[in-house]
């Protein structure tokens, strides 16, 4: 028997849930009548529970039976296995139980968030986080997703404040002391969706959708920073009520800002929790890339009120259906919301990051068989989320929108208040197109990796060949292949051919080796992967590429942004010379998308972490000759009525001179603008102001690292927060990186954020190497500190530790102390470390003499 399922026999259909936690002493005590059938006679009942004592436990009938077990907690399994003096026959059966636990800092289960006030008291708040599987820490349940039950909970809170959970208040009374409120019944949904917020919370006014009263919360004095997610929360779940073509399953919906917050988001059916960053934000005052931030977070989340919360996987294996889909959801909603984000083309950049996982040879393929929900929570990463949400958009793209969201409804339809799986979502999209979906998803789903399109031209067809990519020849040493050789998939290619001033788009499905199409003898150029909806590289031979790139003003963004983005990797993966990928980047000063800038600006990152010491003056001067004319022409200040994106590429391109670039004149003039706003003079456009920050950073010293110190600590919105807080990695003295990394354990710096900032300062190339030493030497604290996933995530930035000496050294550390991740998480970190020690090692003296020319 699976350890990790728990048994059959018995089967919660109800819970009757009371909590009472209690703010000053971090403790809580609760009470649960749980409606069960017994299957087969038993004399035992399994379920989970874990830091909780459970003090009594009795199961009674209608029958008048009453028992009374013994409940014996199983601290490895997470399970509490109640045994009874004689057999409970089948039947329905009530099962009640008393609880204690303690509200945790860990930012899962029931846990404590803290906030100060104006005065800097501190405030305490009561969340739940939940997902996967950590119900079971707030109270005992069957705490897996296909133990789907109607939960009604009841919370008695210290009167003066509030609550919410996934319902509306039905009742309130007071009973002692205490407020008691009574929440509405839940649909029947799984545990992991279960939330209850206490704290003084405030909300705004709701605003009806249908029937169901939208409503933002956060902790008092943020409500001027809640318009934009209540705008966004309220249109996508208009539109995804006319997507799905089902009405919204809950009875209202609250989104709530939690000062302390593991992740992004959680999809609690009706009470969504955020951290702050991503539900609260000031309009005016944010740039477009943070507003971009909260519209995603909250429609994905929305997304999941069908996807996930109606509809759930019948295990962990089938997390990529909900976060793919969400994922996919909520770029859909935000390009139906404002085509002029053109989010899709953004898009671009979660597909490119989820191609450079995926090219290792330490990838998996996006769903393979979960035991332990511990490897459930590795799965919580960019294949699961942008190979999944891309690999959704081909099909969507194949199949046809309308045909793709038929399928879609009609497996909600089907499976609504239930579980499913990845086979019946394959099932309803194949009736909804009769086509045989498996044939084509299969390959991109169950198999690890994607491949490299490579065309060329023979006489008057053009060959287009497959073969999977990967950056490494071979996997890192003695780890096993993923995937199997001569590895195939059913690729659906749009090519797009000009000839003789026409344009014209031919779709085929490239299953084998090769397929040749005949092409007109006036052939100009060919697009391969035209759209950009593809996920796979495309290698163009020499005379198509030379071709494409003489007519780029006829490729559209996203074509653009995946042609240097496969350029970059062919030239990483060392198909391809670097220097001809450098003398590519120069036929782009011109581009004024900022996605296509964010792939070119990343790749001048990746060359920073692996140029000489002495060169890097000369990559700067390199950045400077490609970045300075667009932001020539873009100038400092924005035109009126220029479109946001404008104005945020503008952003962009100040960063990457006054940074990477080290432009002297852009730090001067970003130091005045800086002062001018600060003074309260002349107002920067809020899509500079980040980037000013930034710079001022890189070119700062003790006083300004003072200063900015101040404004993290003063901040008035989560976005200011965050810049100054991320600044402070931004320096180059050492003396002040050190107080940097030191802060992200002393407790100055949120749980949240710490391992992220940590992350932030082994990527730096001033900071890598005492970030290093900090994070060898302060790993057990950041064990003890970090929330769940923490780790992991500090832990990524080891891949810019691209030096022979470092990389030995992150071998050598991780082998001693045994780390593992969870699933292939530590073997990707390391193949990325290896790619980018591999290309120094190959190609360095090629980049040494290339930058010779600049200065
Ligand atoms: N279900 C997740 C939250 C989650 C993540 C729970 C990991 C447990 C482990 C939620 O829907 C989500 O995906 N949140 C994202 C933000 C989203 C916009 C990609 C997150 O938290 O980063
Ligand atoms: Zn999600």
Redesign the pocket.
């Known amino acids: 028997m699976d350890p990790y399922r728990l048994p059959r026999h018995v089967v919660p259909s109800r819970y009757d849930l009371r909590l009472e936690p209690d703010l000053a002493t971090l403790t809580f005590r609760g009470e649960e009548t749980v409606a069960v059938t017994v299957a087969e006679a038993t004399d035992e009942v399994v379920f989970n529970a874990v830091e909780l004592a459970i003090t009594e436990a009795t199961i009674q009938n209608d029958r008048g039976e009453s028992l009374r077990g013994v409940p014996a907690m199983d601290e490895a399994t997470e399970r509490c296995r109640v045994a009874f003096p004689s057999r409970l026959a089948p039947g329905g059966w009530r099962l009640s139980l008393a609880f204690t636990g303690r509200l945790n800092d860990k930012l899962r289960g029931f846990y404590r968030s803290s906030y100060k006030d104006a005065s800097g008291a501190t405030h305490l708040v009561a969340a739940t ?1 939940f ?2 599987t950590d119900a079971r820490r707030a109270f005992p349940c069957w705490d897996e997703p296909a133990f789907k039950a109607v939960f009604a909970v009841t919370l008695a809170i210290d009167p003066a404040l509030t609550a919410v959970s996934n319902t509306s208040v039905v009742a309130e009374r007071r009973e002692g002391g205490k407020k008691v409120l009574a929440f509405a019944d839940t649909i029947r949904m799984s545990t992991y969706l279960v939330a209850f917020v206490v704290g003084e919370l405030e909300a705004t006014d709701s605003v009806l959708v249908r029937r169901a009263p939208v409503r933002v919360w956060c902790v008092p004095g943020k409500l001027r920073l809640a318009a934009f997610g209540h705008a966004i929360a309220v249109t996508s779940l208009r539109f995804f009520e006319a997507y799905y073509g089902l009405p919204y399953p809950g009875d209202k919906l609250d989104l709530l800002a939690i000062p302390d917050f593991a ?5 609690n059916l009706g009470a969504i929790t955020f951290r702050e960053t ?1 539900l609260l934000v000031d309009e005016r005052a944010a740039s477009h890339t943070e507003l971009e931030r909260v519209a ?2 909250v429609a ?2 929305n997304a ?1 009120m069908w996807f ?1 919360d109606l509809v759930t996987m019948s295990w962990w294996n089938g997390i990529w259906l ?2 793919a889909f ?2 996919f959801m ?1 770029i859909l909603a935000i390009d139906a919301w404002k085509p002029e984000w053109r989010r899709w083309v953004t898009f671009g950049v979660s597909r490119a990051a989820a191609l450079v996982v995926d090219g290792l040879h330490s990838t998996r393929p996006i769903e393979f068989p979960v035991r332990a929900p511990r490897d459930a ?1 590795a799965m ?1 990463d960019v294949l699961t ?1 942008e190979k999944g949400a891309s690999v959704l958009r081909m099909l969507e793209q194949y199949l046809g929108a309308d045909v793709f969201r038929d399928g879609v409804r009609a497996y909600l339809t089907q499976h609504a208040y239930a579980n499913a799986d990845t086979g019946d979502l394959w099932a309803a999209l194949g009736k909804a197109s009769r086509q045989p979906i498996p044939d084509v998803m299969d390959g991109w789903i169950f198999k690890p990796g994607y491949p490299l399109v490579s065309a060329r031209l023979e006489g008057r067809e053009l060959v287009l060949s497959q073969q999977r990519f990967t950056y490494l020849p071979e996997p890192l040493d003695g780890a096993e292949p993923s995937g199997e050789p001569g590895q195939r998939w059913r690729v659906p290619v749009q090519i797009r051919t000009q000839a003789g001033g026409t344009s014209s788009v031919t779709r085929l499905m490239l299953s084998a080796a090769e397929a040749r199409v005949p092409v007109a003898e006036t052939l100009d150029a060919v697009v391969v992967n035209e759209g950009g909806h593809g996920f796979y590289r495309v290698r163009y031979a020499p005379e198509l590429l030379e071709r494409v790139i003489r007519r780029l003003d006829d490729l559209a963004p996203i074509e653009r942004f995946n042609l240097v983005n496969d350029a970059w990797a062919v030239a990483v993966a060392g198909l391809a010379s670097l220097t001809d990928y450098l003398d590519l980047t120069a036929r782009f000063r011109g581009e004024r998308d900022r996605n296509v800038w964010s792939v070119l600006i990343a790749s001048f990152h990746a060359l920073n972490r692996i140029v000489e010491p002495a060169d890097r003056p000369r990559l700067a001067a390199l950045v400077r000759d490609r970045v300075a004319p667009a932001f020539a022409e873009l100038g400092w200040t924005a035109r009126p009525g220029e479109d946001e994106l404008t104005r945020q590429l503008r952003g962009d391109l100040a960063r990457a001179l006054g940074t990477l670039g080290d432009d002297r004149a852009v730090q001067q003039e970003a130091a005045n603008l800086y002062a001018a706003h600060v003074a309260g003079g002349r107002e920067v456009d809020p899509n500079l102001l980040p980037a000013l920050i930034a710079i001022l950073a890189h070119a700062g010293d003790p006083a300004r690292y003072d200063e900015f110190l101040r404004r993290f600590r003063a901040a008035t919105t989560p976005q200011e927060e965050q810049r100054y807080l991320y600044a402070l990695a931004g320096f180059r003295q050492p003396e002040l990186l050190r107080q940097t990394l030191a802060r992200t354990l002393n407790g100055e710096i949120r749980t949240q954020d710490a391992s992220f900032v940590a992350r932030a300062l082994l990527t730096s190339v001033y900071a890598r190497e005492l970030a290093w030493d900090f994070v060898k030497t302060n790993w057990d604290a950041m064990e003890r500190q970090y929330p769940k ?1 923490g780790l992991r995530r500090m832990a990524e930035g080891v891949v810019a530790l691209a030096t022979p000496e470092l990389e030995r050294d992150v071998h050598a550390f991780f082998r001693e102390r045994k780390i593992d991740f969870g699933g292939k998480t530590l073997a990707q970190y390391l193949e990325q470390l290896r790619i980018a020690v591999a290309l120094r090692a190959r190609d360095g003296v090629a980049l040494s003499k290339y930058l010779a020319r600049f200065r």
Not at 263 to 267: C, D, F, I, S, V
Request: no cysteine; net charge negative; aromatic share 8%.
């Open positions: 986080q997902e996967a992740a992004g988001a959680m999809e991503a995603d977070v994905h989340e999941h996930g909900n976060e969400a994922t909520e929570d919580f989320y996933h």
